[in-house]
Nanobody, 116 residues
Framework: QVQLVESGGGLVQPGGSLRLSCAAS????????MGWYRQATGKQRELLASITKSGMPNYADSVKSRFTISRDNAKNTVYLQMNSLKPEDTAVYYC??????????WGQGTQVTVSS
């Protein structure tokens, strides 16, 4: 059974920080690299960061140096530390396997709003 539960979103001022968490099914977490995605209103969903099973990260240029992805294999949880947030980071954030087609499923996501 696929389970992806994101949490940690909220309202934050520009320049602020948030830490997102995603609890995933062991069936996904133990097999696949994991990724954080986001979808802003009217835009396509995009991959922001991914991390291999061994912990090697990779980032989209738009978030490199501001966001950090990590995973706790014992807890089947992946995190996204977001610093220096900008209004254009406002979106619904999702975690999933990378590629997401490995699950064919999306969780409910967590809303991040960056506004003063």
């Amino acid at each position: 059974q696929v389970q992806l539960v994101e949490s940690g979103g909220g309202l934050v001022q520009p320049g602020g920080s948030l830490r997102l968490s995603c609890a995933a099914s062991r069936s996904i977490f133990s097999i696949y690299a994991m990724g954080w995605y986001r979808q802003a209103t009217g835009k396509q969903r995009e991959l922001l960061a991914s991390i291999t099973k061994s912990g090697m990260p990779n980032y989209a240029d738009s978030v490199k140096s501001r966001f950090t992805i990590s995973r706790d294999n014992a807890k089947n949880t992946v995190y996204l530390q977001m610093n220096s947030l900008k209004p254009e980071d406002t979106a619904v954030y999702y975690c999933n396997a990378n590629p997401w087609t490995a699950t064919g499923y999306w969780g409910q996501g967590t809303q991040v709003t960056v506004s003063s």
